[in-house]
């Protein structure tokens, strides 16, 4: 018999939750009150050994919030065309969208054993690493974001390259539910301060990215079937390295979104495809 949510759980390091439970026969009330407080409080929840379809899936992650099913993506596979199988470098998922997703679940249906993981930073627990000086110079900062999904190896450039979607946004998130600060920049997705010349910025980016990447900080998740990974995408950025060669690596995406995922996609979005190009296109030049 299935014990109470939560009342079997095992802590993570850096961060994160095991919880030992059986999701596939829906929630009460209660369990689910129960799961979305774990979810809050640690970020990153991990159930192992679930079989979930996707209507379950959505079923589990209503508990913590509204559930986007006309998100862009389904399941995350090597042969998907959205992301393909090239590395993604951390970042936090729709950060150039105007209210990026809450939070996403991946469910493992197919994977081979050991060969990928996916990395997890929390930019909140490194909001309070951050040295006083340091909030202080942040505060009511605002950084200039790419619509690039994470696939810059490197940092994005100042200048963004032309026709690239941008947008501002504060460089420190409130969390919506918990309050909680978090830096939220990324290395691949941020361009700039502004306001900020280039080497302000560019000192002031790299002394958070030490800080939010700090690899003492830094979780690892090694995909087994039946995984259900769910972490607070405002919170965590995640990232994984490229996955060509591996066949089978086939994981259920459900997000929690109050908005709408897909209609906040902008026209001129570049995909991991054409940022390859590009960047194939700009090294050649
Ligand atoms: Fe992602």
């Given at each position: 018999?299935?014990?109470?949510?939560?009342?079997?759980?095992?802590?993570?390091?850096?961060?994160?939750?095991?919880?030992?439970?059986?999701?596939?026969?829906?929630?009460?009330?209660?369990?689910?009150?129960?799961?979305?407080?774990?979810?809050?409080?640690h970020?990153?929840?991990?159930?192992?050994?679930?079989?979930?379809?996707?209507?379950?899936?959505?079923?589990?992650?209503?508990?913590?919030?509204?559930?986007?099913?006309s998100?862009?993506?389904?399941?995350v596979?090597?042969?998907?065309?959205?992301?393909?199988?090239?590395?993604?470098?951390?970042?936090?998922?729709?950060h150039?969208?105007?209210?990026?997703?809450?939070?996403?679940?991946?469910?493992?249906?197919?994977?081979?054993?050991?060969?990928?993981?996916?990395?997890?930073?929390?930019?909140?627990?490194?909001?309070?690493?951050?040295p006083?000086?340091?909030?202080?110079?942040?505060?009511?900062?605002?950084?200039?974001?790419?619509?690039?999904?994470?696939?810059?190896?490197?940092?994005?450039?100042?200048?963004?390259?032309?026709?690239?979607?941008?947008?501002?946004?504060?460089?420190?998130?409130?969390?919506?539910?918990?309050?909680e600060?978090?830096?939220?920049?990324?290395?691949?997705?941020?361009?700039?301060?502004?306001?900020?010349?280039?080497?302000?910025?560019?000192?002031?980016?790299?002394?958070l990215y030490?800080?939010?990447?700090?690899?003492?900080?830094?979780?690892?998740?090694?995909?087994?079937?039946?995984?259900l990974?769910?972490?607070?995408?405002?919170?965590?950025?995640?990232?994984?390295?490229s996955?060509?060669?591996?066949?089978?690596?086939?994981?259920?995406?459900?997000t929690?979104?109050?908005?709408?995922?897909?209609?906040?996609?902008?026209?001129?979005?570049?995909?991991?495809?054409?940022?390859?190009?590009?960047?194939?296109?700009?090294?050649?030049?």
């Amino acid at each position: 018999m299935n014990q109470r949510l939560g009342g079997d759980t095992r802590p993570i390091e850096p961060f994160g939750l095991e919880v030992q439970f059986d999701l596939s026969k829906g929630l009460s009330p209660e369990d689910g009150a129960a799961l979305k407080a774990l979810f809050l409080r640690h970020k990153l929840l991990l159930f192992r050994g679930q079989t979930l379809d996707r209507e379950q899936q959505f079923g589990v992650l209503e508990h913590i919030g509204p559930v986007d099913r006309s998100s862009p993506l389904d399941y995350v596979m090597p042969d998907d065309p959205v992301l393909g199988t090239r590395h993604l470098a951390f970042h936090s998922d729709m950060h150039f969208a105007p209210f990026p997703a809450e939070g996403v679940s991946l469910l493992a249906l197919d994977v081979e054993e050991q060969p990928s993981y996916t990395a997890f930073v929390n930019a909140a627990a490194a909001y309070n690493r951050l040295p006083d000086d340091e909030k202080h110079a942040v505060e009511g900062k605002r950084s200039v974001r790419a619509a690039t999904p994470g696939v810059y190896e490197d940092e994005l450039p100042y200048d963004l390259p032309e026709g690239m979607h941008s947008m501002e946004r504060d460089v420190v998130m409130i969390h919506p539910e918990t309050g909680e600060p978090i830096v939220y920049v990324a290395r691949c997705s941020t361009s700039r301060i502004v306001g900020l010349d280039r080497k302000e910025s560019s000192d002031l980016l790299h002394r958070l990215y030490d800080t939010i990447y700090d690899e003492a900080h830094m979780l690892k998740h090694w995909w087994r079937n039946g995984d259900l990974v769910i972490w607070d995408n405002l919170a965590l950025q995640h990232a994984r390295p490229s996955i060509e060669g591996i066949t089978r690596r086939k994981l259920q995406r459900v997000t929690i979104a109050t908005h709408e995922q897909s209609s906040q996609i902008p026209a001129s979005y570049v995909s991991p495809v054409q940022v390859e190009n590009w960047q194939v296109r700009e090294g050649a030049k």
